[in-house]
């Protein structure tokens, strides 16, 4: 027992330790399926964010809009709180966030709406929760050959290179 709770407490410290910066605020922009801008509760500027540990569809690829839609109707205008990692080479902040206690992460992923960002052979944290949206044929899974993001970024370049 006494080994179990030491175990829970360095697994919440190590998480803790993983957020560079939190804070709360209410989600004020929703860019697309990954990105989306945060006012912060004390002021400031509203922040521009990536969601961490997901690769969600480009605005033009096949799925891309309905990746935005689903984060437009999860959290645009709602409160929540985000927990800030690292910065991305785009200067966004890449964060957990997280609604009402729900990982928005956790779910575009789980709805089939991203894929679990993976590292070096690793399957990356939502791992779980892309393999039941793709046993379940949810969101772009249902496609016959879903193109990952980082695919289509490599056949078409960014979107902006793609519109007409």
């Known amino acids: 027992m006494k080994f179990r709770c030491l175990l829970m407490c360095i697994a919440l410290l190590a998480g803790k330790a993983d957020a560079r910066e939190t804070f709360l605020g209410q989600v004020t922009h929703v860019t697309d ?4 801008w945060v006012q912060p509760d004390e002021g400031g500027p ?6 961490r540990g997901l690769d969600a569809p480009e605005i033009c690829q096949q799925g891309g809009m309905a990746a935005r839609e689903f984060l437009v109707q999860l959290a645009l205008r709602r409160r929540v709180t985000v927990n800030v990692v690292t910065d991305d080479p785009w200067g966004r902040g890449v964060a957990t966030i997280a609604l009402d206690g729900r990982d928005l992460g ?8 991203a894929w679990s960002y993976g590292w070096r052979g690793r399957a ?3 791992a779980a929760q892309e393999a039941l949206a793709r046993g379940s044929g949810q969101g772009v899974f ?12 490599k056949r078409h370049g960014s979107c902006r290179a793609v519109a007409p």
């Open 46 to 51: 509203a922040r521009k964010l990536r969601l």
């Open 142 to 153: 249902a496609l016959p050959e879903p193109q990952s993001p980082r695919d289509f970024r």
């Open 33 to 36: 399926g990954d990105t989306l």
């Open 124 to 126: 990356g944290v939502y």
């Open 106 to 113: 956790a779910e575009i992923v789980r709805a089939g709406l």
